[in-house]
Each structure stands twice: as structure tokens, then as C-alpha cells.
């Protein structure tokens, strides 16, 4: 399978834990973003890479999420001290820029988090 | 400031009818617009896109969209629905401002009744 692959599918955890989610794009797709989706609402960006620098974080939800692509290929996203909030579907997508023009975003079948 | 506007939270469709989920966009300068579907606990599936060119789009499953500038519109259509068809629609359009983000609809259910 060579589309984008997310791990876990799942995840269950209590109010106050640390979680990470791993992100493996497209091999030769230079830039990855990071989606959160709630519950009939679309995807709500969140943050995105080119190759290992992170270009736009501000749309990051609070200091509690991180997330990083230190060697310019797989990405993980992390959110400290989990509350309730946080309890949606997180969606990792990649993409291909060459000369200033993007390919259109190939998703993975996301992160599904509950805090519990 | 920049949008996408799904009118219609759900839409029902009998089986073999033609289908159309509507889009409208506001953004400055020209569009790059999207179209993906979402089946149950899954990821977004990319099924067509509009940049340049042809105001027909065709894209996946039989799908296409057709681009109007002047109603600044991007609905999609099918011919003939199928059952597996029904899945959640999105409506998306790239930042022009940023080139990066895509710009969201909040979704257009679609049910094919057989």
C-alpha cells in the first residue's frame, strides 16, 4: 500500500495522558499536513510541513499540541495532559510542491482519539 | 475572507437517479476547488479537482463536477447513483492566501436509497 498510512487507527485514553500519532505520507510527497475532524464538521487544519520545517503551526489547538517531522518523512503529533476536548479524528495528508504548484492532498484513514 | 458553503446537509437520491451535491465558493482571484468523499470511520478520498481549463470535471466513480464562475458554484453530479455511493461529500478550496491550507465545506451527507 503506498498511500498516506496512520497509526494507530485507534485510541482510547484517560483525561491528563500524553498520546502520539505517527504518519507516514506519499514516499515522494515533500509536504504533510496534520486535520482534526469532529463529528459532522470538516477537517480543521492544524498544522503542515515541508520536507522537515514546520511552516505553520499557529493553527496548532494550544501549547498542549506538537508535532514534528524531523527527518523530513514520517510525522508525529503529539497532545500532553489530554482533556475531553480532544476526543475527535485526527487526519494526516501529504502532498507533492513543485515549482510554487501543489498536487491535490492524498489523506490517511486518520486517528480516531477518545479521551475518556 | 474566504469560504465554502454546502448548502444541503443531506441529500436522498433513489438509486439510478442523477445526483447533484451543491458547492458555492467566495474567495479573491481565481479558485482551485475540490471535491472528496468520506466513508464511514475512514480518511478523505480525493475525487476530482478544478484548476484551469474545461468547467467539466470529471474525477472518480463516475463522478464530475461542473465549475460556474459566475454563480461560483462547483456542484457535483452523477449520472446514475449508486447504493455505494452513499458517503459523506466535502467541498473544499485551496487558500489562495496561503497555498497551502484547504478551505472546508461542513459536508453534504448523501443517501442512496436502492
Known amino acids: 500500500d503506498t498511500g498516506v498510512s496512520q497509526n494507530p487507527r485507534h485510541k482510547i485514553t484517560k483525561r491528563g495522558q500524553n498520546v502520539t500519532f505517527r504518519c507516514d505520507p506519499i514516499?515522494?510527497?515533500?509536504?504533510l499536513y496534520w486535520y482534526r475532524q469532529t463529528l459532522g464538521q470538516g477537517p480543521e487544519f492544524l498544522t503542515y510541513?515541508?520536507?522537515?520545517?514546520?511552516?505553520?503551526k499557529s493553527r496548532l489547538l494550544s501549547d498542549r499540541f506538537s508535532a514534528e517531522r524531523p527527518k523530513g518523512s514520517f510525522s508525529t503529533l503529539e497532545i500532553q495532559r489530554t482533556e475531553q476536548g480532544d476526543s475527535a479524528m485526527y487526519l494526516c495528508?501529504?502532498?507533492?510542491?513543485?515549482?510554487?504548484?501543489?498536487?491535490?492532498?492524498?489523506f490517511g484513514q486518520g486517528t480516531r482519539l477518545t479521551v475518556v | 475572507a474566504q469560504s465554502v458553503a454546502q448548502p444541503e446537509d443531506q441529500v436522498n437520491v433513489a438509486e439510478g437517479n442523477p445526483l447533484t451535491v451543491k458547492c458555492t465558493y467566495s474567495?479573491?482571484?481565481?479558485?482551485?476547488l475540490f471535491w472528496y468523499v468520506q466513508y464511514p470511520n475512514r480518511g478523505l478520498q480525493f475525487l476530482l479537482k478544478?484548476?484551469?481549463?474545461d468547467n467539466l470535471v470529471k474525477g472518480s466513480y463516475g463522478f464530475e463536477a461542473e465549475f460556474n464562475k459566475s454563480q461560483t458554484s462547483f456542484h457535483l453530479k452523477k449520472p446514475s447513483a449508486l447504493v455505494s455511493d452513499s458517503a459523506l461529500y466535502f467541498c473544499?478550496?485551496?487558500?489562495?492566501?496561503?497555498?497551502?491550507?484547504?478551505?472546508w465545506g461542513a459536508g453534504t451527507k448523501l443517501i442512496i436509497k436502492p
Open positions: 514516499s515522494e510527497h515533500n509536504r
Open positions: 473544499a478550496v485551496r487558500d489562495m492566501d496561503s497555498n497551502y491550507q484547504l478551505i
Open positions: 495528508a501529504s502532498s507533492y510542491l513543485n515549482r510554487g504548484r501543489s498536487t491535490e492532498a492524498f
Open positions: 474567495v479573491s482571484g481565481n479558485p482551485y
Open positions: 510541513f515541508q520536507n522537515e520545517a514546520q511552516l505553520e
Open positions: 478544478y484548476i484551469t481549463g
